[in-house]
């Protein structure tokens, strides 16, 4: 079982950064994949990144490549999301995700552990 508390949310301007973080607890935390998605109103939930359990594989998507960066930190339990050049268009509530696959997916349906999500607004 793993649980996954979100923080570092707020309001930026277009062109701020943000740095979310995603703290994990559970034994089997490390050799878990982890993920971020997000989700804007009236819209299904999207892919955002994704690391796999050793940190040494991960992806994005097209929106957000060049601009957002996922790493984890296995001594803290966390997996962090470094967010910059932030656009309005991100907005939105960002849910961490963990999953037991070796290689991290890009659908939400490969994931079994969510948190509670924290929001994300950018002002233009």
């Known amino acids: 079982q793993v649980q996954l508390i979100e923080s570092g949310g707020g309001l930026v301007q277009a062109g701020g950064s943000l740095r979310l973080s995603c703290a994990a607890s559970g034994r089997t935390y490390r050799s878990y994949s982890m993920a971020w998605f997000r989700q804007a109103p009236g819209k299904g939930r999207d892919f955002v990144a994704s690391?796999?359990?050793?940190?040494?594989?991960?992806y994005y998507a097209d929106s957000v490549k060049g601009r957002f960066s996922i790493s984890r930190d296995g001594a803290k339990n966390t997996v962090d999301l470094q967010m910059n050049s932030l656009k309005a268009e991100d907005t939105a509530v960002y849910y961490c995700?963990?999953?037991?696959?070796?290689?991290?997916?890009?659908?939400?349906?490969?994931?079994?552990?969510w948190g509670q999500g924290t929001q994300v607004t950018v002002s233009s």
């Open positions: 690391i796999s359990w050793n940190g040494g594989d991960t």
């Open positions: 995700a963990a999953d037991s696959s070796l290689r991290p997916g890009v659908r939400d349906y490969q994931y079994n552990y």
